[in-house]
């Protein structure tokens, strides 16, 4: 594993271009050993699933996973009045724009973030903000409906 250290002032400032066109190469630590940047390419479904003989249909099914859930924000936004779940569906609507300019300008998604505890106690996963904002707003998204249902549960039930 080749080390990368973070550019002083006064470097190149292709650094970071030359580090994203190395697939794994370089590794730059920010939280050393907790927060790593690595470039992987990733052509699967999150978390690097293979759908095998569906992969065909990833792109075509995410542009019509995004369209059905930026419509549906438009729909909640003047309907409804939750702002948690406007916002955590503003933020799966991001991810998913993310996602896709990846998967359609290069046919696969850059994942680049690394966590771990050690060297050797590292999550398996990389990933990116993209999906970060996608779990972050599912999280939300359930965790307001699970708070909306019991808080309606609560003004049915006599006191």
Known sequence: MKKFSVPQYGQPK???????????????????PVLRIQ??????????LDAGV????I????????ILIGYYLYKSAIEF???V??????LILGGAFGNLFDRLLNGKVVDFISLG???????????????SFITIGMILLLSSDFLVKKIKKNEIEPS
């Open 14 to 32: 292709n650094i970071a271009t030359d580090w994203m066109t190395e697939y794994g190469e370089k590794i730059i630590s920010i939280i050393e």
């Open 39 to 48: 470039r992987i390419d990733n052509p699967h479904l999150a978390f690097g």
């Open 54 to 57: 569906f992969s065909v249909i």
């Open 59 to 66: 792109t075509p099914l995410t542009i019509l996973l995004t």
């Open 81 to 83: 009045e939750s702002k």
């Open 85 to 90: 779940k406007s916002l955590s569906l503003s």
């Open 117 to 131: 505890i050690t060297d050797d106690i590292r999550w398996n996963y990389i990933f990116n903000m993209a999906d």
